[in-house]
């Protein structure tokens, strides 16, 4: 059975991401997280008859989704390895890429995937089969010191160290085998008045630990520069500060660490230059539609002429 995009996950900032990417109707682009299809679908209805969309989604329900049109192309990957694929299907360069980053609705609303504190589920937050470790083995089989730096890095915890002692307590006398277990254990340590917004930190923590996200940002980011085309754009959705403030740095300075390198005429030395007037954020109306949509930040940028 086919899940319908906007069941499987309502696509947010559809018409600017769109509009921002597609330059040419007869060009190549790639849905770097293709999900629910929203956005390629939109895509696809703005493209010409000799248009390409590649795109790529790791988690295996995604293709339920694929649409069946013979200028799209769905690679079963993670984006990490965009340009492996984009050589073997002999598509490059491409004119624009586009990146709605984080966890699906049809993720977070299966229970048995494990992503939402909603459900009693598995640990699990796995976002393809071919992801080694779940999230069951992150909390059970890091050490304390190595959980602690799991919480405070990747969900920016100020009970990070407390957190990961109580677990560490938690599963000396017992595995820790679903989420509400984990979150049983969080409400003890928890001092955020806030509390979803405390449990939503942590599940986002273990998850990005589980799937390699911020790595797999970056080698997407880096990959970018070397297969968009000289005018085409880089179209990236984010939902938390850590991948916002990646995206942010990298489209300003090339480099993840945001540090400005300039030639001997003081040209600033990067692959692209963020478009003004970024970022972009949803507005009052997709506000009120879509809740999910409310942390989002758009940025666009453009590749620079290649020397």
């Given at each position: 059975m086919v899940m319908q995009?906007?069941?499987?996950?309502?696509?947010?900032?559809?018409?600017?991401c769109v509009e921002a990417l597609i330059s040419d109707v007869n060009g190549v682009y790639v849905d770097a997280t293709f999900g629910g299809g929203g956005h390629s679908r939109e895509v696809l209805?703005?493209?010409?008859?000799?248009?390409?969309?590649?795109?790529?989604?790791?988690?295996?329900?995604?293709?339920?989704?694929?649409?069946?049109?013979?200028?799209?192309?769905?690679?079963?990957?993670?984006?990490?390895?965009?340009?492996?694929?984009?050589?073997?299907?002999?598509?490059?360069?491409?004119?624009?890429?586009?990146?709605?980053?984080?966890?699906s609705s049809h993720q977070i609303d299966t229970p048995q995937r494990g992503f939402s504190t909603r459900y009693d589920a598995p640990l699990d937050m796995r976002m393809g089969r071919e992801v080694k470790h779940s999230a069951r083995h992150v909390i059970n089989a890091y050490t304390a010191e190595a959980l602690g730096r799991v919480f405070k890095r990747y969900g920016e915890l100020r009970e990070w160290r407390a957190l990961a002692d109580a677990i560490e307590k938690?599963?000396?006398?017992?595995?820790?085998?679903?989420?509400?277990?984990?979150?049983?254990?969080?409400?003890?340590?928890?001092?955020?008045?806030?509390r979803n917004r405390f449990m939503a930190k942590l599940f986002q923590a273990v998850r990005i630990e589980v799937n390699g996200e911020m790595e797999a940002l970056e080698a997407l980011l880096a990959q970018s520069a070397e297969v968009i085309r000289p005018g085409g754009k880089l179209v990236v959705m984010s939902y938390h500060s850590l991948e916002d403030r990646l995206v942010k740095r990298f489209m300003r300075s090339g480099n993840f660490e945001g540090k400005v390198e300039k030639d001997f005429f003081g040209k600033m030395?990067?692959?692209?230059?963020?478009?003004?007037?970024?970022?972009?954020?949803?507005?009052?109306?997709?506000?009120?539609?879509?809740?999910?949509?409310?942390?989002?930040?758009?940025?666009?940028?453009?590749?620079?002429?290649?020397d």
């Open positions: 995009s906007d069941t499987y996950h309502v696509p947010v900032l559809l018409e600017e209805s703005k493209l010409g008859e000799s248009g390409r969309l590649i795109a790529f989604d790791q988690d295996e329900d995604a293709a339920q989704n694929a649409p069946e049109d013979p200028r799209f192309t769905l690679v079963k990957a993670n984006f990490r390895f965009l340009r492996n694929h984009l050589r073997f299907l002999k598509a490059e360069p491409i004119d624009g890429l586009l990146a709605d980053l984080g966890v938690a599963r000396a006398e017992k595995p820790i085998k679903t989420t509400g277990q984990l979150v049983a254990i969080a409400e003890k340590v928890c001092r955020d008045p806030k030395l990067r692959p692209f230059k963020p478009l003004p007037g970024m970022p972009i954020t949803p507005g009052e109306e997709e506000l009120k539609t879509n809740t999910r949509s409310r942390s989002v930040r758009l940025r666009v940028a453009i590749r620079n002429e290649q």
